[in-house]
């Protein structure tokens, strides 16, 4: 198993360019996340998923669309990047929680480091 | 707005030593309670979790939780080199799967 996987691993954009940060996971999770990291600070989430054709809002989603059409795939988009997205982009995936607060192990991808000037 | 709070460090022990974490959250409803370690560069990986006040023991990591207190700490026994990193503390928020990550600690375990 690759686990979770993200492309690409770095990436320059200008300010109002836009990108899709690309995960995909091979271990049969229903749920996903997508996370950005600033420096020093701890991971905000941004959107999640708990299924195919399901998303919701995490704590700081402004700047970011997010679409689930497949269980392998969750790609993030930024329309019209700005400097204040400068940031590390993880994306993780966990089973479904037996009950909600459950245990639910969150496997993170190797990142994607974003700058934009 | 529900926050988890950590020393942002750095902690600094000698190898060998006990190295003690600690966090605190303000979400009373919060179950389970995380504990991850981020090497520089790297994703974070899982190391403990626990959801029942009391001690969890998993080799030379101890995860201790006071939900009266809302006080969750990581012990580290015989402290390696190796175990110098960041240490994120994560609660998931009220009932649900999602979880808020505190800032994290950063930890240097001296030769």
Known sequence: NAGVTQTPKFRILKIGQSMTLQCTQDMNHNYMYWYRQDPGMGLKLIYYSVGAGITDKGEVPNGYNVSRSTTEDFPLRLELAAPSQTSVYFCASSYSPNDPGGYNEQFFGPGTRLTVL | ?111
């Open chain 2, 1 to 111: 707005q529900k926050e988890v709070e950590q020393n942002s460090g750095p902690l600094s022990v000698p190898e060998g030593a006990i190295a003690s974490l600690n966090c605190t959250y303000s979400d009373r409803g919060s179950q389970s309670f995380f504990w991850y370690r981020q090497y520089s560069g790297k994703s974070p990986e899982l190391i403990m979790f626990i959801y029942s006040n009391g001690d969890k023991e998993d080799g030379r990591f101890t995860a201790q939780l006071n939900k009266a207190s809302q006080y969750v700490s990581l012990l580290i026994r015989d402290s390696q080199p190796s175990d110098s990193a960041t240490y994120l503390c994560a609660v998931n928020v009220g009932s649900s799967y999602k979880l808020i990550f505190g800032s994290g600690t950063r930890l240097l375990v001296r030769p």
